[in-house]
């Protein structure tokens, strides 16, 4: 492992999620981290699971990481830059404009601090599921503002890349803007799906498939803190979201209305209009033509994935991205596989050949 | 493998992506299975891909199953009950109460008609997208009427159990309701969001994390099959998305009004419905509390997650879902491992003593 770019010691303010998991990283690459939080309970548990170590009185650090919850940040943020001249401070809060307005409005030295968002996070919050590793390779936006030099800023650089991030700049406008569209407009979008399912019957439910399931995934998320979020962040929310109205009033006066001439063609537009949109997403998940796919059936049995996995590394090829399959009460699961094109008509003769059943 | 329970032989009239899988399942279960399509190429195609032989003069099938887009399903139905006086037939299409409407407007011999749906489909089409098992252990909905005796619908139950599925019994207004809940609006609600993205700046568009790409993976569906079936289903289509869209108000003004008084708490009322809409999904990729996570860490290399699965294996542990996360450009990706919370410790530790990294 690389040194440690960051000199430290670093004070973490807040040990959920988002604190206890960069205490995790940072102690892992040796750097000297100070916590604090709220409840002794989180802050204890935090530093049995290897965090960092209580405050003392005397600590001097280098830089302070604020991980506490978006409607009190800017408070903090205010508190640690007066408790502690030397260092500077940074947060990790989801939106960044209001923190920053609130934080020039209350006279904060912002020659100190820069507010950061990394794009990580799991559906599950407290320092127990905390993980060293829960920024590599996400992007960390930091929300660049004229105020710090830039060699003061380059501490924040130190910490994104000491996690393993990759650092994207972003003006506080631009970024809350982006995780709007990203993050709390889907956030949104899903939750009113999920809530159509409060009062279906049972009959209807029971015939979910992988579409609805994938639509509401992000709708099981924790509603205090979302509150907090879409509230801290309601301008760029409130006009996305009255694009998507309009667009949703036009579907369905177009449904309403389907012999109109020209009724279909609008929502097959809008449809192709979909396509487009998730064409522009990056990565594995999206619509992502760089793969192909094979669909293999494996027994619902202890080691029928070892098994089919060892024979897919014993063909030399590097599965890129996995999707199971399983209906509840079937005897059968379907694993479907992509890998690179080019290594798929020989993976599934390797597969067949070996006595799987490629199912597509 | 059981024996067959048609006798056959089974005409499939369309040999896209569901004709050619019922014929190849059919065919694994030694059904003699006639295809019929208005495109020589797929006919072709899916005969040399095992799915069953091109019909010929003097067939005569015990059941015809029709499997054309859903705007032509009743006049081909229609014309296989006049032109096959003996046989039953069905057909697959994913709403049902516009097509037995047509039909009875037409006269057709509804006591040898009985309307299917079987919940099962992929994002590609095509006879060469078909699979033998694509139907296994997930739920086929017969759309039951009063027109057809018991002894005659039986060939229908066999016809779904021959090809593994589970038969689900609903009236076709109930299964209308049902798809336009769990397939339909979903539909839209993912395509209106995917549209957001089409105009968004890059730097927008690559923050984007696992929420969104669930959220809009559907959008990514035929424009062309879609436009058909929200067509033929959009009176309840309609119904809920005008209660989507009431919500979608309320959520709106609610953000607009913050500070006006309980604005948060509506916030929040709407943020926990979608918790409670969540959970009523059934299966694993809901917010299943049937299963503990563990998260490991696999180096992006050709038979990690082999080893991995060998070790789970070796465990005598059972996997009983997973999810894989990877960033682009990063060396490392995660595993997320489901099992049942009674083996989660010590399938940590097993890992662990092996060298994996539990991250979580």
Redesign the interface.
Known sequence: MSEARLTGPVRIVGVGLLGASIGLGLRAKGVEVILADASPTHLAIAADYGAGRPAAPGDVPQLVVVCVPPDVTADVVASELAANPTAIVTDVASVKLAIYDDLVARGADLSRYLGTHP????E?GGPM??????F????W?VAAHEGISYRDASVIDDLILDL?A?L?E?TPE?HD???A???H??????????????D??H???????????????????D??L??QI??QN?AP??E??????D???R??DA??D?EAPGA?RR??E??????????????????DRRYASL?V?VD???????????????A???????R?E???????G?AEIFVLPEVQERLTDELAARGW?I??
Chains 1, 2 share one sequence.
Request: charged share 20%.
């Open positions: 794009m990580a996070g799991r599950l599921s905390g993980r060293a590793d829960l590599v390779g996400r992007p936006v393993g990759t994207v972003l631009q803007r982006a995780v569209l990203v993050s407009v889907p956030q949104v979008v899903s939750t009113l799906m999920a809530r159509r399912l409060i279906a019957p009959a209807s439910v029971n015939l979910a498939g992988q579409g609805i399931r994938d639509v509401t995934r992000v709708a099981a998320s509603p205090e979302w509150v879409l509230g309601s929310v409130i996305i979201l009255r694009g998507y109205r667009d949703l009033d579907f369905i449904l309403v389907l279909r929502i097959a809008e449809l192709f209009g979909g396509n487009t949109g998730v064409e522009r997403l990056p990565g594995k998940h999206g619509v669909i059936m619902d049995r202890p080691g029928q994935l070892a098994r089919l996995f060892n024979d897919v590394g014993d030399g090829v590097n599965l890129e991205d996995l199971l399983h209906s509840p009460g079937a005897q059968v379907l059943r199912a597509g």
